[in-house]
């Protein structure tokens, strides 16, 4: 009897799946990093504006400066709940690929197990008989010397 040459692939397929799904995981978790660090610059452009925008507002300046400044502004704000629409979904798919993840590695052990689980079946068979021969080879020669 020989172990079944089927689960070691299905075992292969299976952690390969793993990795594919841990590299999405890390670039969808890449993605959330990204979009941080982007929502963080806007709200930091977004501060200075209003800083500066005060400063206009303290010395004489003309009706389209004071435009101009509040347009900008509301095109950051925008910008920034955009990022956040962004941001949320990005962290939906982390969710989504975290659990894709945690189904792959679920089905790595399964098949990882099953793999054990044949060559144990193996190994016990070959033991076994083994015995039964041994046990005959005894019987055997007990028979021959009486």
């Known amino acids: ?10 075992a292969k397929k299976a952690k390969e799946k793993c990795e594919e799904a841990q590299a999405e995981l890390r670039k969808a978790r ?9 929502r963080e610059r806007m709200e930091l452009l977004y501060t200075d504006y ?3 925008s005060k400063e206009v507002e303290s010395r004489p300046h003309s009706m389209s400066e004071t435009l101009n400044f509040r347009g900008f502004m509301q095109q950051l704000q925008s910008l920034i709940g955009r990022v956040d ?4 979904e990005a962290k939906h798919e982390v969710e ?19 793999v054990e689980q044949d060559l144990k079946t193996v190994r016990d068979f070959h033991r076994k008989r083994e015995q039964k021969e041994m046990d005959a080879a005894g019987i055997t020669l007990f028979n021959l010397k009486h």
Do not use: G, Y
């Open 30 to 38: 890449e993605r959330v990093a990204h979009l941080q660090q982007s």
């Open 50 to 52: 209003v800083v500066r």
């Open 96 to 114: 989504v690929k975290r659990l894709a993840l945690k189904a792959a590695e679920q089905k790595r052990i399964q098949m990882d197990t099953l």
């Open 1 to 10: 009897m020989k172990p079944r040459a089927a689960w070691p692939v299905l």
């Open 85 to 88: 629409m962004d941001l949320n």
